[in-house]
């Protein structure tokens, strides 16, 4: 064997390129590849509006139309009569609007509403968070306690829950009444916590509340567990107490999902119906009306159905703007993170 035949490395056989198909890699060929892909593209992104295509048709059904309808009978003159087809509905523009705008009646449904709306967004989340951080600080069995408690008094029917409210507060043989007359010197037997609107409405923002309180709590509970340990024990080393722990670590953490929560606790609430209509017997007296019941009233009760829209879309505007309110949040806090 030569030196030359020792020092030469022997370089394996190489295959033969493939030939080009169809002209591609050729100066002016066509590619057969580049449409297969946007072919691919175009199905694969077309694949998930099929798959909601069922679902948005229901939600379009369910909710678009009534809303499109609402909005048409707030600006037609509707009644018993065009109910019934005597006669056709005529248009009035936005004479319902000016009608219950001009009436004194409405804007006192619209303050009860909103003091009312008030009261339970904040006892909400008051309690909701207070029981939420207590939840953090007490053992497992006990957490596991008050976990099956809040779920099983949100899992309850709201019509269920109002009855037996109502069987709580009621006057001859409540419970509430009963127990409180125990107490020396308090006498509350045979008690109409209803005779005023102050005290009804106070019993219905506890029932509400009462409702509302375990998905505030389960959230909140959720949110606490992101909250870093090693930011509280630095507080505490600088010297902050509870309070302070809670005011300069964790409440901003939790902004985001307070804002959350105050915004659907404010949109829940003021959508309250069965539990004020429950409660009444299916009548609630003037000092108990609330917007929605107050635009059945005008829409079932009187009969006026256009006066019934117009007071509902009214109500959806105003949420509108409380979810105006909430998106405008929601965005400052992005910005600043």
């Known amino acids: 064997m030569s030196a030359a035949e020792t020092t030469t490395a022997?370089?394996?056989?190489?295959?033969?390129?493939?030939?080009?198909?169809n002209g591609a890699g050729l100066p002016g060929g066509s590619t057969g590849t580049g449409k297969t892909v946007r072919k691919r593209t175009a199905g694969s992104a077309a694949v998930p509006?099929?798959?909601?295509?069922?679902?948005?048709?229901?939600?379009?059904?369910?909710?678009?139309?009534?809303?499109?309808?609402?909005?048409?009978?707030?600006?037609?003159?509707?009644?018993?009569?065009?109910?019934?087809g005597f006669k056709d509905a005529e248009?009035?523009?936005?004479?319902?609007?000016?009608?219950i705008l001009g009436d004194g009646e409405f804007w006192a449904v619209v303050v009860r509403t909103v003091v009312f709306t008030a009261g339970a967004v904040v006892?909400?989340?008051?309690?909701?968070?207070?029981?939420?951080?207590?939840?953090?600080?007490?053992?497992?069995w006990v957490k596991a306690l008050i976990s099956i408690a809040l779920v099983a008094s949100w899992g309850m029917p709201i019509i269920v829950a109002t009855a037996i409210f109502k069987w709580i507060f009621d006057t001859d043989y409540g419970v509430l009444n009963w127990l409180l007359s125990k107490l020396p010197g308090v006498e509350m037997a045979g008690?109409?916590?209803?005779?005023?609107?102050?005290?009804?409405?106070?019993?219905?923002?506890?029932?509400?509340?009462?409702?509302?309180?375990?998905?505030?709590?389960?959230?909140?509970?959720?949110g606490l567990t992101q909250v870093p340990k090693e930011m509280e024990e630095a507080a505490r080393l600088d010297g902050a107490g509870a309070w302070g722990v809670?005011?300069?670590?964790?409440?901003?953490?939790?902004?985001?999902?307070?804002?959350?929560?105050?915004?659907?606790?404010?949109?829940?609430?003021?959508?309250?119906?069965?539990?004020?209509?429950?409660?009444?017997?299916?009548n609630p007296e003037a000092e108990f009306q609330l917007l929605?019941?107050?635009?059945?009233?005008?829409?079932?009760?009187?009969?006026?159905?256009?006066?019934?829209s117009a007071i509902a879309l009214v109500t959806v505007l105003l949420l509108l703007g409380v979810v105006a309110v909430y998106m405008r949040q929601m965005l400052k806090i992005g910005e600043v993170e």
């Open 10 to 21: 022997k370089v394996p056989p190489t295959r033969p390129s493939p030939s080009p198909r």
């Open 49 to 84: 509006w099929a798959l909601l295509a069922p679902c948005l048709l229901i939600i379009l059904l369910v909710m678009g139309y009534p809303l499109v309808r609402l909005v048409t009978l707030s600006f037609q003159s509707f009644g018993k009569s065009e109910l019934w």
């Open 91 to 99: 248009w009035v523009g936005f004479k319902n609007f000016s009608a």
């Open 123 to 140: 006892l909400t989340m008051v309690l909701g968070m207070l029981i939420a951080l207590l939840m953090q600080r007490v053992s497992g």
């Open 191 to 222: 008690h109409n916590w209803f005779a005023s609107g102050t005290q009804g409405l106070a019993v219905i923002t506890l029932l509400v509340v009462w409702g509302a309180v375990p998905f505030v709590v389960i959230t909140l509970s959720a």
């Open 246 to 282: 809670f005011r300069w670590v964790t409440l901003p953490i939790l902004k985001p999902i307070i804002v959350m929560l105050t915004t659907l606790s404010v949109i829940w609430d003021m959508g309250v119906f069965p539990q004020v209509f429950v409660m009444r017997g299916g």
């Open 292 to 308: 929605t019941t107050y635009s059945y009233q005008k829409a079932f009760v009187v009969n006026d159905y256009s006066g019934g």
